[in-house]
């Protein structure tokens, strides 16, 4: 064997073991408030968490404790409810865009609730113009009917098929009206809204939730 090959496997002999120390992982973890020292961490320590150090007794690594199930719940509530707010929010921010489209300012709420209402009013007055002149006729056609039978005749089938269709026009045009009473209720509710909303937004930005606002903040209420 020459004096070269001797020289070389001596050398790879030597750093054999300063390969195998420095490669070597000791743990350092707790057990009952004692901190231990060992080459590997039981299976059932490990969730508490431990220290990976190195041959020199350096930290290289930090595994943290394992997280118990009801930090996990909170962590998952907590998370569940930043999705909830980040949907909220642009949810929010579309409606707000497309307010912001209808009306520049709190002003042209009221306007538009103005016309709405003058509208809705002027389909009731016309309503009950409608059945002040059917019950004028029912009242004829009734009065028509009560002279027949009072002649000892039946009321022939199309005058009582009148009535009936003089009846049934008032009950609708009395159920066109409740429908348009609460048409107007709710559209002021939603006007308010509006209105509201829109003076929100001349301070904070769309999408702003609710709970984001503080009330002093807001410019004072118009009369």
Known sequence: MSTRLIW????????LPMAAEASMKLYRFKVDGHVVVKDNVPPDLAPLGYEVLNSRGMVERVVPRAPTA???AATERAEALRLDRERRHAELRNKDADLQRLYAQPGDVDRAQTRKADEIG?????QFRRISDLEEKLAK???KAANVERRGQEV???MRLEIVQLENGIRDAQKNIDMRRK????SKIQFQKQRERLRILQVYELGTLPEDVDPAKLPP???
């Open 8 to 15: 070389v496997l001596s050398a790879a002999l030597i750093g």
């Open 70 to 72: 009801e930090e996990r």
């Open 122 to 126: 002027s389909y009731i007055e016309l």
């Open 141 to 143: 056609a009734q009065e």
């Open 156 to 158: 022939p089938a199309d």
């Open 183 to 186: 048409e107007l209720d709710d």
């Open 221 to 223: 209420l118009q009369p």
